[in-house]
């Protein structure tokens, strides 16, 4: 009798210890991102009824004019067009000018230097006469609705926010796993699990077959 009973407390032990495992997984991955899934949540809503909600697009446009000494870096030639910043006094004169940061690669053609600068939810640019040195600047933006449906989209967000999401689908991928298994472990005792489990594949499978033309 003792030598068939002993196996079951270290089942049981070890059934205790995954559980809590899982459990404290589940957890900790369900705060990390929480925050990102009612973001994304929200904005999977605004980019699903993008048509229906009114945007408030607005734009800022400034002119600057570059010194002599300053319009002598930026001078026309011959060279072929090409991808380079801005000469450091030219971004330092635009920047204290404009109030705007001059920074990144700029397009060189032969008339002219164009510095265009996306962001979410607005876009902002800089461009200069290499003849005259006229400097010509907007700024726009599209509302902070458009705002967020870019940062859900990752869209002009920047490395930063690529490495947030990349973090954030990591634990969400967690948080599904052990919630899948969590529900696999309680399922004996909650006979819908599985019904409810296959409703969420097959509703949208049906859906993407039989109603996506």
Known sequence: MDATAAPAPRKRSRKS?????????????SAISLIGL??????????NHAGEIEGSPKSVEATAQLPAPLLAEVKPDDAPDSRKPLPANVAKFVADSLKMKADGEA???????YLGMPRPGGDAWIAIDRETGAVT?????R???????????????????????????????????????????HSKHRKSTWPLVGLGLVIPAIIAIFLIH
Do not use: P
Request: hydrophobic letters at 55%.
């Open 17 to 29: 210890f995954w559980l809590k495992q899982l459990h404290t997984w589940h957890w900790m991955s």
């Open 38 to 47: 009612m973001l994304f949540a929200i904005t999977g809503f605004t980019l």
């Open 143 to 185: 509302g902070w609705i458009a705002y967020l449906n870019d940062l859900h989209k990752g869209r002009n967000a920047g490395t930063v926010w690529k490495w947030f999401i990349d973090i954030f689908v990591l634990a969400c991928v967690i948080f599904s796993l052990t919630g899948l298994v969590l529900l696999q472990m």
């Open 137 to 141: 600047s907007e700024v726009s933006s």
């Open 107 to 113: 397009e060189w053609r032969s008339d002219e230097i």
